[in-house]
């Protein structure tokens, strides 16, 4: 068992598809342990891609992150970091396979419509990021 940090970003909720991302994991037999809508602030983005500090990109991803509201949701189940990566689809959406969620729904890697944690051990630090364990079921 395994949970997973997941986004739909700002672009995905402005293009109303936060029951559609959903909808995939819970077809897939995943579960949704944790669920919230939220603005996320600059200090809260600069954690969660703590590891793109460096990066040309960075400002603009922050920028983006928190230009509107999130679905944060927390995944659950057997290998659910890999399975939900592998519907999510490549980070470059043009390099993502059609029927997966990039690949389906976005065109430019910046407004690619979901984030999902890459290991365990950025799952546990995300997943804290924006849930309190009371929040989890
Ligand atoms: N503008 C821009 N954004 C990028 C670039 N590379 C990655 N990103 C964005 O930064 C996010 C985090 O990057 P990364 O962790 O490598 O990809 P992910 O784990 O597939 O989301 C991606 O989902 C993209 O939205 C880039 O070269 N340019
Ligand atoms: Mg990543």
Redesign the pocket.
């Known amino acids: 068992m395994e949970q997973t940090l997941v986004l739909v970003k700002p672009d995905g909720v402005k293009k109303n598809l936060i029951g559609e991302v959903i909808s995939r994991f819970e077809r897939r037999g995943l579960k949704v342990s944790a669920l919230k809508l939220v603005k996320i602030t600059k200090e809260q983005a600069e954690s969660h891609?703590a590891?793109?500090t460096d990066?040309p990109?960075f400002g603009?991803?922050v920028d983006f992150i928190t230009s509107g509201p999130v679905a944060a949701m927390v995944i659950s189940g057997e290998n659910a970091i890999k399975a939900v990566r592998g519907q999510?689809g490549?980070?470059n959406p043009l390099d993502s396979v059609p029927g997966s969620i990039r690949g389906d729904f976005a065109l430019t890697?910046?407004?690619?419509i979901v984030?999902?944690s890459?290991s365990p051990e950025s799952a546990a630090r995300e997943v804290a990021n924006f849930f309190k364990a009371d929040e989890l079921y």
């Open positions: 891609y590891e793109h990066k990109f603009e991803l999510m490549a980070t890697i910046g407004e690619n984030h999902g890459d």
